[in-house]
């Protein structure tokens, strides 16, 4: 991973049905979403795929259950080529305690979803990377320390909602780009395609189950967490010299002009 100059970042946006699959077969992808019929309709796979929501792979796994809809040739091809990574508090109390939460609440998280969700998951791929990780509060300081450079952060939001309980955090700026920059030591250039597709529903939303009234809420609380990261972000390429590329062009994140 550290010898890893360009990326490609995919998310579960409908722009990525413009995505030309011969990409995959040539750049290194990292993909994050719950589900993966497109790459089984293209024939390829991702390099790594990643999930910050226990539930995202219980769309996988039911899937799985069912029989249905990944083929046997997709999954000897996915267990062949992509490594699955995954934070260290995924299955912990600690997902709790730093103040993550999922719909199924903690008794799920620390139960069946490690002791049997995750390892059933896991054993569908070549790999597993599980990452050390640090929780920080609207910054990026640790991908600047060199004694934890190599540390994943996930950036939290200080911003309450009308409840007083934390505002939903937009994964891009919070999770994926720490991800890239923390693991991908070498890395020049990101390609992003599938984020930031807030004028259209999810790839495949129908077959997750993710009502489009959800979708909405869930859009304007990741634009404002975007739109309050953004300069810091900005900064952040700027100093480790990254590029961002969208493919998407009109994806809401392509702002990355001050």
């Not at 259950?65 to 299955?91: A, M, S, W």
Request: with cysteine.
């Amino acid at each position: 991973m550290d010898n890893i100059k360009e990326i490609l970042l995919i998310g579960p946006g409908n722009s990525l049905e413009t995505l030309d699959p011969n990409l995959i077969k040539t750049t290194p992808t990292l993909y994050f979403g719950g589900w993966l019929k497109w790459f089984q309709n293209n024939n390829v796979c991702p390099t790594y795929w990643t999930f910050i929501d226990p539930n995202t792979i219980t769309f996988f796994d039911k899937a799985i259950q069912d029989k249905d809809p990944y083929t046997k040739e997709f999954l000897t091809k996915l267990k062949k080529e992509t490594t699955i990574i995954y934070n260290n508090i995924q299955g912990q109390k600690e997902f709790y305690e730093l103040g993550f939460t999922t719909s199924r609440g903690l008794n799920w998280v620390v139960g069946d979803f490690y002791q049997n969700i995750l390892p059933r998951v896991e054993s569908y791929f070549k790999q597993s990377k599980v990452l050390d990780t640090v929780v920080t509060i609207d910054n990026y300081n640790t991908l600047f320390d060199e004694a934890v450079k190599h540390v994943c952060p996930i950036v939290r939001w200080s911003a309450k909602d009308g409840h007083g309980n934390p505002r939903n955090i937009d994964k891009f700026v919070s999770y994926l780009i720490p991800l890239l920059i923390s693991q991908f030591q070498s890395l020049k250039t990101i390609k992003v395609i599938g984020l930031g597709d807030f004028n259209t529903e999810r790839l495949y939303s129908f077959e997750m189950g993710v009502p489009k009234s959800t979708q909405e809420v869930t859009y304007q609380c990741f634009k404002d967490h975007f739109d309050f990261m953004r300069f810091k972000l900005i900064d952040l390429l700027e100093k480790k010299n990254i590029e961002i590329k969208f493919l998407n062009k009109d994806s809401y994140f392509n702002k990355f002009k001050k």
